[in-house]
């Protein structure tokens, strides 16, 4: 009786099957990437710091514009905010990554502890889930005797199946750091070289391509499709900026 107790506290009152399905959708918030399930950290952090500095680079450069700002000025400006922003972006999405990473190990401990405590329910799970993939019988029981057998391959085998962790898909913090830092500078450079060579329209075609080229790329990679993409986030891009830009000439005709 005393055991059946332990085993009802340790699945929360499911049985060992429910108590699995609730730990892999732990594990899936637990294990997301932080910019999305699928896509690699760095293609994705790269993608939204370059759409995110093209968009903010609309939105204070007719602003700048409006105020009879001249134009080296604007340019030099235009440098000072991107240094600080390219610090925050890459800053950011290092945290991130690692606050993903810790959130990982957290678990993997929490599983690791309940492993070497809780041998009996683990057990269980072990034998819940591989009944679930067809197993049965004499191999299903010793299936489970060889799991059991080895550690550190149990809690291998745990994160996968009741967690539904991807360890290989990680990356490091610095990857993903590098990759926003590489989007904020490309964008900026489109940017730059157009505000020079054509504005007003080259820098509106800059940052309208910028967006539109790491919408595609998140969608492919995502298998999401590219056309949406592309015009959901242009139709906000500009929405946006039209925004910012009526705003500042409202203010303008009421001084």
Same mark, same amino acid.
Do not use: C
């Given at each position: 009786?005393? !055991?059946?107790?332990?085993?009802?506290?340790?699945f929360d009152g499911k049985d060992a099957l429910q108590h699995v399905i609730s730990a892999r959708l732990k594990g899936h918030q637990a294990s997301a990437e932080i910019h999305g399930l699928e896509l690699p950290g760095h293609i994705s952090a790269l993608a939204d710091a370059a759409k995110e500095t093209s968009?903010?680079?609309?939105?204070?450069?007719?602003?700048?514009i409006a105020l009879n700002i001249p134009l080296i000025n604007i340019h030099w400006i235009l440098v000072v905010?991107?240094?600080?922003?390219?610090?925050?972006k890459t800053g950011r999405s290092a945290l991130l990554g690692y606050a !993903?990473?810790?959130?990982?190990?957290?678990?993997i401990e929490?599983?690791?502890?309940?492993?070497?405590?809780?041998?009996? !329910?683990?057990?269980?799970e072990v034998r819940a889930f591989y009944e679930a993939k067809g197993f049965s019988g004499p191999l299903l029981d010793e299936v489970v005797d060889i799991l059991m057998a080895d550690d550190n391959r149990l809690l291998e085998v745990m994160l996968k199946e009741e967690l539904g962790f991807n360890l290989e898909s990680l990356e490091h913090p610095l990857k993903q750091a590098a990759g926003a830092a590489l989007g904020v500078i490309a964008a900026f450079t489109m940017m730059a070289v157009t505000l020079f060579t054509l504005p007003p329209i080259g820098t509106i075609a800059a940052a309208a391509l910028v967006i539109a080229f790491s919408a595609a790329v998140t969608a492919r990679l995502e298998r999401n499709g590219v056309v949406s993409a592309i015009v959901w986030n242009w139709s906000i891009a500009a929405l946006s900026a039209s925004v910012a830009f009526f705003a500042i000439q409202l203010l303008l005709s009421v001084k």
């Amino acid at each position: 009786m005393h !055991q059946k107790s332990k085993e009802h506290a340790h699945f929360d009152g499911k049985d060992a099957l429910q108590h699995v399905i609730s730990a892999r959708l732990k594990g899936h918030q637990a294990s997301a990437e932080i910019h999305g399930l699928e896509l690699p950290g760095h293609i994705s952090a790269l993608a939204d710091a370059a759409k995110e500095t093209s968009l903010i680079l609309i939105i204070i450069w007719p602003i700048l514009i409006a105020l009879n700002i001249p134009l080296i000025n604007i340019h030099w400006i235009l440098v000072v905010f991107s240094s600080g922003w390219l610090i925050w972006k890459t800053g950011r999405s290092a945290l991130l990554g690692y606050a !993903q990473l810790e959130r990982m190990h957290r678990i993997i401990e929490e599983e690791r502890w309940e492993i070497e405590h809780h041998r009996p !329910q683990e057990k269980e799970e072990v034998r819940a889930f591989y009944e679930a993939k067809g197993f049965s019988g004499p191999l299903l029981d010793e299936v489970v005797d060889i799991l059991m057998a080895d550690d550190n391959r149990l809690l291998e085998v745990m994160l996968k199946e009741e967690l539904g962790f991807n360890l290989e898909s990680l990356e490091h913090p610095l990857k993903q750091a590098a990759g926003a830092a590489l989007g904020v500078i490309a964008a900026f450079t489109m940017m730059a070289v157009t505000l020079f060579t054509l504005p007003p329209i080259g820098t509106i075609a800059a940052a309208a391509l910028v967006i539109a080229f790491s919408a595609a790329v998140t969608a492919r990679l995502e298998r999401n499709g590219v056309v949406s993409a592309i015009v959901w986030n242009w139709s906000i891009a500009a929405l946006s900026a039209s925004v910012a830009f009526f705003a500042i000439q409202l203010l303008l005709s009421v001084k």
